[in-house]
């Protein structure tokens, strides 16, 4: 592995959760070689995350849906539970819509095949790590329509704060938090807490069950702008 020409304080530490032993050391060995990116941990098993990950204290993790045991799309619903600070990205060998769909609902933020580039890996990181959800045009679309299903009788949001309700309103826009940041004129690490809150109140794990909850809530017509697919 490759060491880091820059500072490691102004990396991404990354995480990974893969049983495959030959995918998840060339995942290994593909992040040590971005500038941008450390990893700061690989397990085997959901199991093995959920004990020991919390201790590496990644930013971006990225899971294989299909674990043996207990399932990524478990694992990612306990721990964005426990760190709703931690991002997740799926890793599939195969868009399988309905899989995907899960995967978000449980907290993940976007996903990423398994046959992908380093390019791809690279971009899918740090999209996520600067707010982005990372997922092709075809699970973009399944995702909206998703959110067109009308809200059931007595479906409401509880108080948010004006200022939570613009975050929550430009993260139905599509908006990544730097551009929330730089749209609301707060810093970055706020755009994170009025969040952390948002989620909290709604009683959600990821954006998209909190913008879902918010387009349903405001009309079932209303849908995100599509700037965040890739």
Do not use: W
């Given at each position: 592995?490759?060491?880091f020409?820059?500072?490691?304080?102004?990396?991404?530490?990354?995480?990974?959760?893969?049983?495959?032993?030959?995918?998840?050391?060339?995942?290994?060995?593909?992040?040590?070689?971005?500038?941008?990116?450390?990893?700061?941990?690989?397990?085997?098993?959901?199991e093995?995350?959920?004990?020991?990950?919390?201790a590496?204290r990644?930013?971006?993790?990225?899971?294989?849906?299909?674990l043996?045991?207990?399932?990524?799309?478990?694992?990612?619903?306990?721990?964005?539970?426990?760190?709703?600070?931690?991002?997740?990205?799926m890793?599939?060998?195969?868009?399988?819509?309905?899989?995907?769909?899960?995967?978000?609902?449980?907290?993940a933020?976007?996903?990423?095949?398994k046959?992908?580039?380093?390019?791809?890996?690279?971009?899918?990181?740090?999209?996520?790590?600067?707010?982005?959800?990372?997922?092709?045009?075809?699970?973009?679309?399944?995702?909206?329509?998703?959110?067109?299903?009308?809200a059931?009788?007595?479906?409401?949001?509880?108080?948010?704060?004006?200022?939570?309700?613009?975050?929550?309103e430009?993260?139905?826009?599509?908006y990544?938090?730097?551009?929330?940041?730089?749209?609301l004129?707060?810093?970055?690490?706020?755009?994170?807490?009025?969040i952390?809150?948002?989620?909290?109140?709604?009683?959600?794990?990821?954006?998209?069950?909190?913008?879902?909850?918010?387009?349903t809530?405001?009309?079932?017509?209303?849908?995100?702008?599509?700037?965040?697919?890739?």
């Amino acid at each position: 592995m490759l060491g880091f020409a820059q500072d490691m304080d102004t990396t991404i530490p990354v995480a990974i959760v893969e049983d495959d032993d030959g995918v998840r050391a060339k995942l290994v060995q593909a992040i040590n070689r971005f500038k941008a990116c450390r990893c700061v941990g690989d397990y085997a098993t959901a199991e093995q995350a959920l004990e020991q990950l919390p201790a590496a204290r990644p930013r971006v993790v990225l899971v294989d849906i299909h674990l043996p045991g207990l399932s990524g799309i478990e694992c990612v619903r306990r721990l964005k539970a426990a760190h709703p600070d931690i991002e997740f990205i799926m890793l599939t060998v195969y868009e399988d819509t309905d899989t995907v769909l899960s995967a978000l609902t449980a907290g993940a933020s976007g996903y990423l095949l398994k046959q992908a580039t380093r390019e791809e890996l690279l971009e899918a990181i740090q999209q996520v790590h600067a707010g982005g959800s990372p997922m092709t045009s075809h699970i973009a679309r399944k995702v909206v329509q998703s959110f067109r299903q009308p809200a059931p009788p007595g479906t409401d949001l509880p108080n948010l704060t004006p200022r939570e309700q613009q975050v929550l309103e430009l993260l139905a826009k599509g908006y990544i938090y730097k551009e929330i940041a730089s749209s609301l004129n707060i810093s970055y690490a706020t755009v994170h807490n009025h969040i952390r809150k948002i989620y909290e109140k709604l009683r959600v794990r990821s954006r998209t069950e909190a913008v879902a909850k918010y387009l349903t809530r405001e009309s079932p017509g209303a849908r995100p702008g599509p700037r965040e697919a890739m």
